[in-house]
């Protein structure tokens, strides 16, 4: 009987009941919980995976870094130009030997042919797998499929 009388006080004083702000709020965050659900229901296909698709075994081989290239990019309406570190797995020792002892100049000039011949839109970051592939196997023509990864360490495009 007092409760009553105090929330009919409270009622009378604010004008809210609170069992209305009680039903508001249990209102509010079944709200965020379903919009929370619905959002990463919807959005978890379009989401990449983290998981290791086969042929991935998660063990890095030798790598071989091929330097820094500054390679002018082939566009007609402006001086444009590509600046790139590349750095190459390969899985066994001796080939790795081998490139760092007589190869690396003539590997290095395969990887600048591929990229002036680029235009700025075959480098932007949506191809950037194609040309990864593209490098992997021309230096694979040269080293009996010997590269097992291409990687950027840094890539700029002015």
Do not use: W
């Not at 081989?61 to 590509?82: H, K, P, W």
């Not at 100049?105 to 932007?124: G, H, N, Q």
């Amino acid at each position: 009987m007092a409760e009553e009388k105090n929330d009919k006080e409270i009622t009378q004083q604010t004008g809210i009941s609170i069992k209305f702000i009680a039903i508001c709020l249990i209102l509010f965050l079944a709200t965020i919980g379903g919009s929370y659900f619905a959002i990463k229901t919807a959005l978890a296909p379009l989401l990449p995976s983290n998981t290791v698709t086969k042929g991935e075994t998660g063990t890095i081989g030798n790598l071989i870094d091929l330097g820094e290239f500054t390679v002018n990019v082939l566009d007609v309406s402006m001086a444009r130009y590509l600046k790139t570190e590349i750095v190459i797995e390969v899985s066994d020792d001796k080939v790795k030997k081998e490139i760092e002892a007589n190869l690396l100049p003539v590997l290095r000039d395969e990887v600048i042919s591929i990229l002036s011949s680029k235009t700025l839109a075959d480098l932007d970051s949506r191809h950037r797998n194609e040309l990864k592939k593209e490098i992997k196997d021309k230096l694979n023509k040269r080293l009996n499929d010997a590269v097992s990864n291409v990687y950027f360490d840094s890539f700029i495009t002015q």
